[in-house]
Structures are given as C-alpha cells and as structure tokens.
C-alpha cells in the first residue's frame, strides 16, 4: 500500500475511534450556545403545536416532555407505565410472555396499587393476546390511551414549561445554517454517478458521517438535477435502521452534498470480491438477505420501489448490520399506478423491467434474488465470473435462461432464489398479495427472528475490524475528472435552493443526544426559576 493511503486510512481509523464524543472541537460549547429565549419568539409563533411530532417522534422533543412528565408526581405513573411498556419491547420472546403479565399486574388490574385507570380496560385484552401470541403488538391500545392522556392537559402545560423553552432553544440550534466549516474531512470513500463520497466528521459533536458530494457541473451536463432533488427528499422522508440516513443536506461553491450515515463496513461487493475465496456463508448471506428484506418492507411501506439493488449499494456499518443505499433510482409511486422505465444495471435488472412492461415492487424482489445468489455464489445469476457478455446477449439470458445453482446452495436457499427470480413477475415470491412477508415467511429465513431484528436486537455474524478501513485504497479510486464549458445561472441557483434544506431534525437529535452533547449541555437553572439557565 503506498504511503498516501496509510496515512489517510489512520487519519480515518484515529477520528472513528474518537468518533462521537473526543473527535469534538475544542470549541464545540461555543458552536451549541443556546439563544436566549427572546429570540425564539418567532419560532414559538410559527411551530407547529402538535403532540405527536413534538412529544414522541422527534427524539430532543421527546426527552424534554419525559422531563417534564418526571418533574410532576401526578404523572409519575404514567412514566413508570411508559418505562415499561418500552422494557417489553427488548424482551426476548421467551422473557416477554413473564414481563407482559407483571405489566398487566402493577399497571392495568384494579386492585394495583400502581394502577392506571386509563389503560386498565384494556386487561382482559391484553391478557388474551398475550396468551394467544406474546410477540405481537400486545400492549398497542394501552400505548394509545396513554399517548392520548399525555397529549391533552400535559401537554398544553408542558408548553407553558421552561422544559419547552429549551425546546424551542435547541431548536433554534437546529436551524443554524449548514456550511463546509461544519465538518472536518477524511479520505475519499468511494466514487459515484455525479462526485465522490468523502469520509467527514461534525465539529461540534464528533459524529462521523459520510458526505456524497455531486458536482454541480456534472449535474448540470448530465440533466440530473431532478434525480439529485429525487433522491435527497426520498431519504429524507425515511426512517429505518435499514436504509441510510439523510443526516445534512447543504451546498457549497462547487457541489451539493448529503452528508449521510457513516458505513464503515464497506459494501458488499467488497466483501463478496476482496476478502478470500468469492462468496459469503451461509450465516452472513441469511442475515444480510433479511435485513435487505426488512429495508425493502420499509420502503415499499412507503410506496418506494428501490430499484437499484446490488451488493455495492449494500453497505456495512461498524457492528456488522447492513443499510441500503444509493436511492437515487428510488420512485414513489402514487396508489397502485405502475412505472415504466428501464433503470437499473443491466444485470440486476428483471424481465419485466427490460421489457419495458409497467412494474411495481416486483422489480425489487427479483433484485432481491440476485442479491442472495451472488453472496451464495460468489459471481452474478447471468454471468460468469471474469466475463462481460454484451448488453443483448445479457437481456437474452435474463429473459431466457434457467439460472444454474451449485452445490454451494443448500434446497432452501435454492428453492427461496429460484422463486424470487421467477421470470414472471405474477409468479415470483413477494408478489403474491402480502408483499415481504412472504419472503420472511419462507423456510429459508426460519431462524431469523424479524422482530428482534427489526428492534436491532440481533447480533450481527459478522462484525468488521474496528482498525481496518474497507474500501479501495484512496489512489485506486479513479480521480473524478471536471466539466468544462459549463456555467452556472439563476435557474440552477433555484434548484440549489430546494436541495439546501440543512439539518434532517430527527436525525440530528438522534446525533446530538447519542453523541453525549444533549446530557452535557441541558442544564437548567435553579430550581423555580422558569427560565433555562442561560449565560454560561
Ligand atoms: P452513486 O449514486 O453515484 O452510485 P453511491 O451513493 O452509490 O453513489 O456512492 C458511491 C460509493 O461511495 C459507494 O459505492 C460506496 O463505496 C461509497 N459510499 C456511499 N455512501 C456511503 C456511506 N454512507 N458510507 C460509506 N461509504 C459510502
Ligand atoms: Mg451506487
Ligand atoms: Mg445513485
């Protein structure tokens, strides 16, 4: 390896090992400083007072209320019965069945004294499911009736707390404009379509992240604004463990850039290809297939087809769990209505999407099929390995050819891709009227647990070296070269405009409080006192 390469891979390895908490500048107090609360008169006129988003989706929100809740005994119990019902969730299915019915006792049977007469009609219902299948949503309505209770008087009164004032204070934080100067950077990643991806760190909090870069340029010769746009305000829309997050959104003089979750994994064409023998086992290949499947669920949920699925747009993170990534293919489709459009690399793409047919999800699940071949393979379904047969001849063979299975599968993971590649979308698995969950539902996946995965509460089978950097070494990565002759004007400066929308607001709480940054700097004054402590 050359030396420019080792000195960038520990430059990276040092700031990841730092990453979240000593990676922070010096000046990282100066950079969070609240406002003082009479600058936050416009925003407290003109946000939106809805419990929901305030109090339980967006992550400093929902710390503050609890605050709040804790800070009033009447409604201490309600927090105790909230505690619990989120302890349920990381039970194991053998522990839940015994936690459930303790909740039932202390918080929802009359002669409690820890009873919550609001969810205690709830008993007998609770009871029963929990009897008949303790790995459902047994708690749901209790968890209803309590965010309804909560959101009523409470939190009219949380709004006349100093607790939501601090509120409207990191929210004020939140807006600060997003420039370079933000982040410190680290080695390239990787390269793509329209610019590179760089290794980056926050300042201010010592979050690691990775920004892809587009050159503005290049998305103007090459027309990509729309897909740009496209693929910013899908990720922003998401939220799930399986598909990257959009943390930052912003540009600069020459690009414009989304700072996303940091996969330090690399993706799965590296591991696939570049360490050891071709092909992954059994365990990874099950484990890696699932949680693509859950990432897939999670996007069609939301009316997204994928599109673009293949092993180097799957990534790794530090623990080993995959994201999806790359949706700059991504479309959402409007009820029931159907694209057409031949995107995709070719040799991923399925039959009905070279046909140039109308398609929905089921071009995803074929993806999906490809996907597990080629980790159980060690080379693509249509191709050989080392061979690069032109596009007709690869569309002749998706749209003719039996794919071949080596011994290298076993019957269930054989059957599991044979029925996710049926040529006839009709056919295919993931299809059949109940989406995903057919797929989860096929033998092959029997010792996956989806809810336990779902909540991220399984281990990994694999988990990268924390010193290792897996990805092409930084000179290997084609240089991206420049566009000349293109200018820049008003039109463009629009569209830069609807890119540029900053922070993502729950994904920057989720870095703010995971990186210790909330606990160190929500400090109150003293007690009685209405308003934050506010000059420090
Ligand atoms: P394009 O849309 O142009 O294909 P990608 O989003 O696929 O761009 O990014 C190009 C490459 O950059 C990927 O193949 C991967 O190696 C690297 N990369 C992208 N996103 C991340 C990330 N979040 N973490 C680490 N590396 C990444
Ligand atoms: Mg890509
Ligand atoms: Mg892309």
Redesign the pocket.
């Known amino acids: 390896m050359e030396i420019e390469s080792l000195v960038a891979n520990s430059a990276l390895v040092r700031a990841r090992e730092g990453g979240g908490s000593k990676g922070k500048s010096w000046k990282w107090r100066e950079m969070l400083r609240f406002p003082h609360i009479s600058q936050c008169q416009d925003l407290a006129m003109e946000i939106e007072r809805d419990y929901y988003s305030l109090c339980v989706k967006q992550p400093i929100g929902k710390k503050l209320f609890q605050l709040f809740c804790r800070s009033r005994p009447d409604l201490q119990p309600y927090m105790s019965l909230q505690d619990a019902l989120d302890t349920f969730e990381t039970k194991s299915d053998e522990e839940r069945k015994d936690f459930g019915i303790s909740i039932i006792q202390r918080f929802l049977m009359r002669q409690s004294g820890q009873c919550v007469p609001i969810v205690s009609k709830h008993e007998e219902s609770c009871i029963q499911s929990l009897e008949a299948d303790p790995c459902t949503d047994v708690f749901h309505a209790c968890r209803e009736d309590l965010h309804k209770h909560l959101g009523g008087e409470s939190f009219n009164q949380y709004q006349d707390s100093m607790f939501f004032d601090r509120f409207l204070q990191w929210k004020m934080l939140e807006r600060q404009p997003i420039t370079k100067q933000c982040f410190r950077q680290y080695r390239l990643?990787?390269?793509?379509?329209?610019?590179?991806?760089w290794?980056c760190q926050v300042r201010a909090t010592g979050m690691m992240?990775?920004c892809?870069k587009l050159e503005k340029t290049h998305v103007k010769k090459r027309r990509g604004e729309a897909m740009a746009l496209n693929?910013k305000q899908i990720l922003e829309g998401l939220d799930s463990r399986f598909v990257?997050n959009l943390v930052y959104a912003y540009e600069t003089k020459h690009a414009l850039c989304m700072v996303?979750?940091?996969?330090?994994g690399?993706?799965l064409?590296?591991h696939i290809y570049n360490i050891g023998e071709p092909g992954l086992d059994r365990k990874r290949v099950r484990f890696y297939a699932a949680e693509v499947c859950c990432g897939l669920i999670h996007l069609h949920r939301m009316s997204i087809l994928y599109r673009?699925l293949k092993p180097?747009?799957i990534?790794l993170d530090d623990n080993g769990h995959i994201?999806i990534?790359?949706?700059?293919l991504a479309v959402k489709l409007s009820e029931g209505i159907l694209v057409r459009g031949r995107v995709g690399t070719l040799g991923y793409m399925a039959p009905e999407v070279i046909n140039l047919e109308r398609y929905g999800m089921s071009a995803d699940w074929w993806g999906l099929g490809c996907l597990i071949y080629e980790m159980t393979a060690g080379q693509p379904p249509f191709r050989a390995k080392g061979e690069h047969p032109k596009p007709p001849e690869m569309e002749r063979r998706i749209l003719k050819e039996q794919e071949e299975y080596s011994n290298k599968f076993s019957p269930n993971m054989k059957d599991l891709c044979s029925l996710l590649l049926s040529k006839d979308p009709k056919e295919r698995l993931g299809c059949q009227g109940s989406g995903g969950r057919e797929i989860q539902s096929h033998s092959f996946f029997k010792k996956i647990n989806f809810r336990m995965l779902e909540a991220g509460l399984v281990e990994a089978p694999f988990k990268p070296d924390p010193r290792l950097v897996y990805?092409s070494d930084v000179q290997d990565i084609e240089e991206f070269s420049s566009v000349k002759g293109v200018t820049l004007d008003q039109t463009d400066s629009n569209f830069y405009t609807k890119f540029n929308t900053g922070k993502v607001p729950v994904n920057w709480q989720n870095e703010i409080i995971e990186t210790g940054c909330f606990r160190e700097l929500n400090i109150f004054g003293p007690v009685g006192s209405r308003s934050p402590d506010l000059d420090w």
Do not use: Q
């Open positions: 990643l990787g390269k793509g379509g329209f610019g590179e991806v290794a992240y990775a892809k693929e990257v996303l979750t940091m996969m330090s690399g993706d064409r590296f673009d180097e747009n990534l994201r990534s790359d949706l700059g990805c």
